[in-house]
């Protein structure tokens, strides 16, 4: 037999949802695990019958989920989220009251005219959540000007009235699903579900290389294995516009 250091491997983190129609996400959220020497291939589904997937998987970060699921009014869907902006800052310090004095959440009632959810890239790259779905019944926004990473095969799943997809969004070997359909909010009557892909954005979710031996004789690599390219679904349903702009790029290369 042979002798074999002890090692650490992770195990898959939990989930948070959160759902309501006013939220403000000015805190912090861990959704990290940790990933041992031996854990470097991208996780599958666990089978039926086993308790733990594979040791040479890497274990699954947290799943951040903004909005609710299977709620429908009339046949749409009410998610009970308004509009979400992914852009950069804090929310509550913006807030202020009808009198003009700013905004005390231990005291103050909510502004009357607060109707959007703010989302911070620093936010969901600080949690370590690899997983982030955002469901609302207005538009999902992420602004020109933001860069949002997730970590690899990390996945975004947007469903919502609208979708306007500005910026950046990265995850090496990640998945993408952005899907604009009528909501209670955005009604098929409106006309305003669309989803636009601006002209300055770019989604990477291409593969990399993982080099093993990076010197003859050396310790060889520790680091995750994703070769492979990723996946981005971009969806205008109920008769909604699909707006890819010159300009835009999508990278799913491997």
Not at 76 to 92: E, F, M, Q, T
Not at 185 to 190: E, M, N, V, W
Not at 197 to 205: H, I, P
Request: hydrophobic share 40%; proline share 7%; glycine share 12%.
């Amino acid at each position: 037999g042979g002798y074999e250091a002890g090692y650490v491997e992770g195990k898959d983190a939990g989930s948070i949802v959160v759902a309501a129609p006013r939220v403000a996400l000015d805190g912090d959220i861990d959704a990290s695990t940790v990933a041992g020497i031996h854990q470097r291939l991208p996780a599958t589904t666990v089978a039926a019958n086993a308790l733990y997937r594979p040791c040479n998987q890497m274990p699954l970060s947290g799943q951040l989920t903004l909005g609710l699921t299977g709620q429908n009014i009339s046949d749409l869907p009410n998610s009970l989220l308004p509009d979400v902006r992914i852009a950069d800052g804090l929310v509550l310090p913006t807030l202020k009251n009808a009198d003009g004095t700013p905004f005390d959440p231990l005291e103050d009632p909510l502004p009357v005219d607060w109707d959007f959810v703010g989302l911070r890239p620093g936010l969901i790259e600080s949690s370590g959540a690899s997983r982030v779905n955002i469901l609302a019944n207005g538009t999902v926004t992420l602004a020109s000007d933001v860069a949002l990473t997730l970590p690899g095969d990390g996945s975004l799943a947007i469903a919502a009235g609208a979708v306007d997809i500005e910026g950046d969004v990265t995850a090496v070997s990640g998945t993408l699903t952005a899907v604009a359909r009528p909501t209670v909010q955005l009604t098929p009557a409106s006309g305003l579900s669309t989803l636009v892909l601006g002209e300055n954005a770019q989604l990477d979710f291409a593969g990399t290389w993982t080099n093993d031996t990076p010197v003859p004789g050396a310790v060889s690599g520790q680091d995750a294995v994703l070769i492979d390219g990723g996946a981005v679904t971009l969806t205008a349903q109920g008769g909604g516009t699909l707006d890819l702009r010159a300009g835009s790029l999508i990278d799913v290369s491997a």
